[in-house]
T-cell receptor, first 113, second 119 residues
Framework: GENVEQHPSTLSVQEGDSAVIKCTYSDSASNYFPWYKQELGKRPQLIIDIRSNVGEKKDQRIAVTLNKTAKHFSLHITETQPEDSAVYFCADPPTGSARQLTFGSGTQLTVLP | KAGVTQTPRYLIKTRGQQVTLSCSPISGHRSVSWYQQTPGQGLQFLFEYFSETQRNKGNFPGRFSGRQFSNSRSEMNVSTLELGDSALYLC??????????????????FGPGTRLTVL
């Protein structure tokens, strides 16, 4: 969409704890919400995505929840491990522009051993 | 399947020069999108090409241009380089499926990027 706000910008958690990153979007017609993980010096990689017809999607330790009424979606990582340390980006494509992603500002997640 | 590839990986240019970056999508993918990543502005959309046509364009000056070839490979060009153009340029490919005339939102897979430094 036109605007995606992502919070927090930095997040430190102890290994084994959970981490939650939240994004808020403005376009009520948005229907696809991917999350990308970017390790230092590497390319962004899709870790999970959700479409607007479901409220939650899980993949092992990662889950994404979507609240269409409040226009926000969140990434949940449980049992965090040091290799989860990276920058995480949410994204939202503008309606009608399926392959034009508007990215959030990113969250630097640090998992402390 | 081979992933998205980009060449060159690193490039150093001086102000006023021009540069061409290349992106080869995953085999079978028909759409290529380009993004600029900087510490200050984050990840910003430049443009997207599908079937050799620019379909969407971000808010960048006309110095930034691109094209797509019949094999879906894409190039982007930046003319009259400025210091502020120093960035990681990422391309992403997607299938771009169509059904009943509508294009679905496909997963975008990113290349490793080209690190451009303008001196």
């Amino acid at each position: 969409g036109e605007n995606v706000e992502q919070h927090p910008s930095t997040l430190s958690v102890q290994e084994g704890d959970s981490a939650v990153i939240k994004c808020t979007y403005s376009d009520s017609a948005s229907n696809y919400f991917p999350w990308y993980k970017q390790e230092l010096g590497k390319r962004p990689q899709l870790i999970i995505d959700i479409r607007s017809n479901v409220g939650e999607k899980k993949d092992q330790r990662i889950a994404v929840t979507l609240n269409k009424t409040a226009k926000h979606f969140s990434l949940h990582i449980t049992e965090t491990q040091p290799e989860d340390s990276a920058v995480y980006f949410c994204a939202d494509p503008p309606t009608g522009s399926a392959r034009q992603l508007t990215f959030g500002s990113g969250t630097q997640l640090t998992v402390l051993p | 399947k081979a992933g998205v590839t980009q060449t060159p990986r690193y490039l150093i240019k001086t102000r006023g020069q021009q540069v061409t970056l290349s992106c080869s999508p995953i085999s079978g993918h028909r759409s290529v999108s380009w993004y600029q990543q900087t510490p200050g502005q984050g990840l910003q959309f430049l443009f997207e090409y599908f079937s050799e046509t620019q379909r969407n364009k971000g808010n960048f000056p006309g110095r930034f241009s691109g094209r797509q070839f019949s094999n879906s490979r894409s190039e982007m060009n930046v003319s009259t380089l400025e210091l502020g153009d120093s960035a990681l340029y990422l391309c992403a490919s997607s299938l771009a499926r169509t059904s009943g005339g509508a294009t679905s939102t496909d997963t975008q897979y990113f290349g490793p990027g080209t690190r451009l430094t303008v001196l």
